[in-house]
DNA sequence: TGGAGAGATCGACGGCTATCGATGGAATGG
DNA sequence: CCATTCCATCGATAGCCGTCGATCTCTCCA
């Protein structure tokens, strides 16, 4: 086997082709913001495991963090199409997205 | 079919069951951090697209940001442990680790 | 041996973000 | 009609992050 690294001379230096569209890293980066953080990607998780819409109040209870917080992260992820809200009553029902994008749902299944 | 949400009183909120281990979170959030920037989304899409390692004088040339700020972007991705790098004469040359962790790379396979 | 180029690191700065307490609005029940 | 409960929003604050210019180290070559 040869050496890896190409040949090269000082001074040129040519910059390799981007093989992602702008408008699609922008839309991925957006995703990965709202799934990098662990109380989110938990949110998440349980989100997808859950056949039922799961109330933000269980949320609340389940994490170690105030109900401010909660709903803070709860709209990040609303704001990056990840979920769905629905109210009933006084209660708000929080349940996966229903159209996610085929390589955010397969993200998904990789993640949790 | 019935009502999707459960029924529910007052006052009463069970926190649902985490699907997760912390670590295995902890773990995903710190891959999902150094791919959430679209310049280090693309340099990762750019590695992973090259038969051979890529110089870093190429990622300077390529992208509109200053050479210590693309040297800070790819030591994100090798504390990550995304790409390794080695050197040859003055130039250090980046290609995707080889060895990545099977979820690390589905979600590369997925992302780019 | 000294100059020049490549790349990493340092220090600084501005903006974003996670977090909280306090507040406001909506629905429920007495 | 009022108190209560849930939840979103607001305002403030501390910490993190992306970016830059300046500097340092290393390698190569004349």
Redesign the pocket.
């Known amino acids: 086997m040869k050496s890896a690294v190409p040949d090269r001379v ?4 040519s910059p390799p082709a981007m093989p992602m569209a702008l408008a699609k890293v922008d839309q991925s980066v957006e995703v990965l ?1 709202a799934l ?5 990607l938990q949110m998440v998780g349980i989100l997808k495991r859950s056949a039922e819409p799961v ?4 949320f ?1 209870a389940a994490f ?13 992820l609303r704001e990056a199409g990840l979920v769905d ?1 629905s ?8 349940r996966l997205a229903s159209r996610l994008e085929p390589k955010t749902r397969a993200l998904l299944d990789v993640l949790v």
């Open positions: 000082k001074g040129v230096c913001k990098a953080d662990p109380t989110r109330c933000i109040c269980d609340t170690d963090l105030s109900q401010p917080t909660i709903s803070h992260h709860m709209a990040k809200v109210k009933a009553g006084i209660w708000a029902y929080y």
